[in-house]
């Protein structure tokens, strides 16, 4: 089931849709540049995996700059309301913060702030043009994808409850079909708007009035000032070393520096050694993220307001230790429990005949988000305040103008300074487990970015928004595998072969001859561009 991988050297940009790695290929012909390319891209893919991401998500954005050689992000991820606090829910009532609905929509959308500061530092072509692809889809219509009717499918009661979904998705009580046009007038004048205003209808203008008017009138916590006050940040990336290369990840908020903890571990073994397809591998995956989660579950949360001690939980000899911990009964099944987390997540990766490349993601959290959209905007609203404790002991206990615990991290392999690799999934809980594979892959075992991606995935963990502390693991590997992994403890449960759990997943690797490989993932709709 491999997709076909293209080769290029001009030019490459691999998304989770197919129209999407359309829109960013015709930007570049165009004129612009991997920036560009990757707002027009988000843009698009608002429009046309809406059940994925959108105008009412967040989005982080790791970059490098040819002309100056930088690595830079940008975390366009939204704080929580001035109100919000958890006496508010306990008042209610609950005991944690509702995952659908008005009461789970509580942080500002960060995704179009990210998108004007981006283009404002680093953009060529005019901020209209980056819109034009979105509002045509809008417009016009598109084709529901496989994807889109799997989730229409399973979310259709939040659908059926949502009058402005219902309308959107059903037709004479039913919910359209795969290849059926979806068209989305209030999200294309609401697009329209954007192009015409800028991000400031969104954050002090008529547009934002709108939102806050309706989550108001909802009985929502959202007002004026949170959106005023809000603006993303700069940042600057996390990375370390392995085996010759250096790995980029955004920081904290994001949980990318799991990763970063893995690979360290990881150091101390050779991987090529250890076969892909054996029950050792995804023995020795588990507990090895098992390690990085402990610490992420410990301390993960908005750094300014809470210390990360980011400098040990990076360093080589605090890998060591946890190597050794592993390897002190290295068939032992360790035990952790994580919490329940979303994973409505797009990836996708550009880079430009300069030598511009950008690595971004982009997420409503759940599937169709808090299912809920405020009054004529179009725009579903992110539940990413759900996953707030209301347990004043836990680090990303709920506080006001806070930014969340947060799932999304684009990564990005440089070789000698250059970038090698740009990558990343779709996949909440699953993302970093994603990249470990992804970064084996192609590292250790030698594979190409297309067959690292389609290699045989698992997900440790509760994901998807429901319980379970299971390994999941696609079936395409011998019986024997599953057999030894529940002989020595493990919780196997298996997938489809090419499951949608495992999230989608996307890549370019860059060679020493200066030629770019790209690589969608055959799980999902997407599609590799390059000339």
């Given at each position: 089931?491999?997709?076909?991988?293209?080769?290029?050297?001009?030019?490459m940009?691999?998304?989770?849709?197919?129209?999407?790695?359309?829109?960013?290929?015709?930007?570049?012909?165009?004129?612009?540049?991997?920036?560009?390319?990757?707002?027009?891209?988000?843009?698009?893919?608002?429009?046309?995996?809406?059940?994925?991401?959108?105008?009412?998500?967040?989005?982080?954005?790791?970059m490098h700059?040819?002309?100056?050689?930088?690595?830079t992000?940008?975390?366009?991820?939204?704080?929580?309301?001035?109100?919000?606090?958890?006496?508010?829910?306990?008042?209610?009532?609950?005991?944690?913060?509702?995952?659908?609905?008005?009461?789970?929509?509580?942080?500002?959308?960060?995704?179009?702030?990210?998108?004007?500061?981006?283009?404002?530092?680093?953009?060529k072509?005019?901020?209209?043009?980056?819109?034009?692809?979105?509002?045509?889809?809008?417009?016009?219509?598109?084709?529901?994808?496989?994807?889109?009717?799997?989730?229409?499918?399973?979310?259709?009661?939040?659908?059926?409850?949502?009058?402005?979904?219902?309308?959107?998705?059903?037709?004479?009580?039913?919910?359209?079909?795969?290849?059926?046009?979806?068209?989305?007038?209030?999200?294309?004048?609401?697009?329209?708007?954007?192009?015409?205003?800028?991000?400031?209808?969104?954050?002090?203008?008529?547009?934002?009035?709108?939102?806050?008017?309706?989550?108001?009138?909802?009985?929502?916590?959202?007002?004026?000032?949170?959106?005023?006050?809000?603006?993303?940040?700069?940042?600057?990336?996390?990375?370390?070393?392995?085996?010759?290369?250096?790995?980029?990840?955004?920081?904290?908020?994001?949980?990318g520096?799991?990763a970063?903890?893995?690979?360290?571990?990881?150091?101390?073994?050779?991987?090529?050694?250890?076969?892909?397809?054996?029950?050792?591998?995804?023995?020795?995956?588990?507990?090895?993220?098992?390690?990085?989660?402990?610490?992420?579950?410990?301390?993960?949360?908005?750094?300014?307001?809470?210390?990360?001690?980011?400098?040990?939980?990076?360093?080589?000899?605090?890998?060591?230790?946890?190597?050794?911990?592993?390897?002190?009964?290295?068939?032992?099944?360790?035990?952790?429990?994580?919490?329940?987390?979303?994973?409505?997540?797009?990836?996708?990766a550009v880079?430009?005949?300069?030598?511009?490349?950008?690595?971004?993601?982009q997420?409503?959290?759940?599937?169709?988000?808090?299912?809920y959209?405020?009054?004529?905007?179009?725009?579903?609203?992110?539940?990413?305040?759900?996953?707030?404790?209301?347990?004043?002991?836990?680090?990303?206990?709920?506080?006001?103008?806070?930014?969340?615990?947060?799932?999304?991290?684009?990564?990005?392999?440089?070789?000698a300074?250059?970038?090698?690799?740009?990558?990343?999934?779709?996949?909440?809980?699953?993302?970093?487990?994603?990249?470990?594979?992804i970064?084996?892959g192609?590292?250790?075992?030698?594979?190409?970015?297309?067959?690292?991606?389609?290699?045989?995935?698992?997900?440790?963990?509760?994901?998807?928004?429901?319980?379970?502390?299971?390994?999941?693991?696609?079936?395409?590997?011998?019986?024997?595998v599953?057999?030894?992994?529940?002989?020595?403890?493990?919780r196997?449960?298996?997938?489809?072969?090419?499951?949608?759990?495992?999230?989608?997943?996307?890549?370019?690797?860059?060679?020493?001859?200066?030629?770019?490989?790209?690589?969608?993932?055959?799980?999902?709709?997407?599609?590799?561009?390059?000339?």
């Amino acid at each position: 089931m491999l997709n076909i991988m293209p080769r290029a050297e001009r030019a490459m940009i691999a998304t989770p849709h197919y129209l999407a790695s359309s829109v960013g290929s015709a930007i570049l012909q165009q004129g612009g540049n991997a920036f560009d390319a990757a707002i027009a891209i988000s843009a698009t893919l608002g429009v046309v995996y809406p059940h994925m991401t959108g105008l009412g998500g967040d989005a982080f954005f790791l970059m490098h700059e040819a002309a100056t050689g930088a690595y830079t992000g940008f975390n366009g991820s939204g704080k929580s309301a001035a109100k919000v606090t958890p006496d508010f829910y306990r008042e209610q009532g609950m005991n944690q913060i509702p995952q659908r609905g008005i009461l789970s929509a509580i942080t500002v959308p960060g995704m179009v702030d990210a998108w004007w500061q981006v283009w404002e530092k680093h953009g060529k072509l005019p901020w209209a043009k980056l819109l034009d692809a979105a509002i045509g889809y809008a417009e016009k219509g598109f084709p529901i994808s496989r994807n889109l009717l799997f989730w229409m499918r399973k979310d259709e009661p939040f659908i059926r409850a949502s009058v402005q979904l219902s309308a959107l998705y059903m037709r004479d009580g039913e919910l359209l079909k795969e290849g059926d046009r979806l068209i989305q007038p209030e999200m294309a004048r609401t697009l329209r708007l954007l192009q015409q205003e800028g991000r400031d209808a969104f954050y002090t203008g008529s547009l934002m009035q709108t939102i806050v008017d309706n989550v108001k009138q909802d009985g929502g916590l959202l007002e004026e000032e949170d959106f005023r006050s809000f603006a993303g940040e700069w940042v600057e990336p996390l990375s370390t070393t392995y085996r010759g290369y250096d790995i980029y990840q955004m920081p904290p908020n994001s949980q990318g520096f799991t990763a970063l903890m893995m690979m360290n571990m990881l150091e101390h073994i050779d991987m090529a050694a250890v076969p892909r397809a054996s029950a050792n591998f995804y023995h020795l995956m588990s507990e090895v993220i098992k390690k990085a989660f402990k610490d992420r579950d410990r301390y993960l949360t908005d750094p300014h307001f809470r210390e990360i001690p980011l400098e040990r939980l990076l360093s080589k000899s605090y890998a060591q230790e946890l190597w050794n911990e592993i390897q002190a009964n290295p068939l032992k099944v360790s035990e952790h429990l994580s919490p329940a987390i979303g994973q409505d997540t797009a990836y996708a990766a550009v880079v430009d005949e300069e030598g511009n490349s950008v690595s971004f993601i982009q997420s409503l959290y759940f599937d169709f988000g808090a299912a809920y959209v405020p009054g004529d905007t179009g725009i579903i609203m992110q539940n990413r305040g759900s996953f707030f404790s209301l347990d004043p002991a836990c680090a990303n206990v709920l506080e006001p103008r806070k930014r969340s615990f947060h799932t999304l991290m684009p990564a990005m392999v440089s070789k000698a300074g250059k970038p090698y690799m740009l990558f990343g999934t779709q996949g909440g809980e699953g993302q970093p487990q994603t990249q470990l594979s992804i970064l084996t892959g192609v590292l250790d075992y030698g594979l190409s970015i297309q067959e690292a991606i389609s290699l045989p995935r698992w997900v440790y963990g509760r994901t998807w928004g429901e319980d379970g502390d299971a390994l999941k693991l696609e079936h395409r590997l011998e019986p024997e595998v599953y057999t030894k992994l529940k002989q020595w403890g493990h919780r196997v449960e298996p997938v489809k072969s090419w499951d949608g759990i495992m999230g989608q997943a996307q890549g370019i690797v860059i060679d020493e001859q200066g030629f770019m490989s790209g690589a969608a993932d055959p799980r999902g709709d997407g599609l590799a561009i390059g000339w």
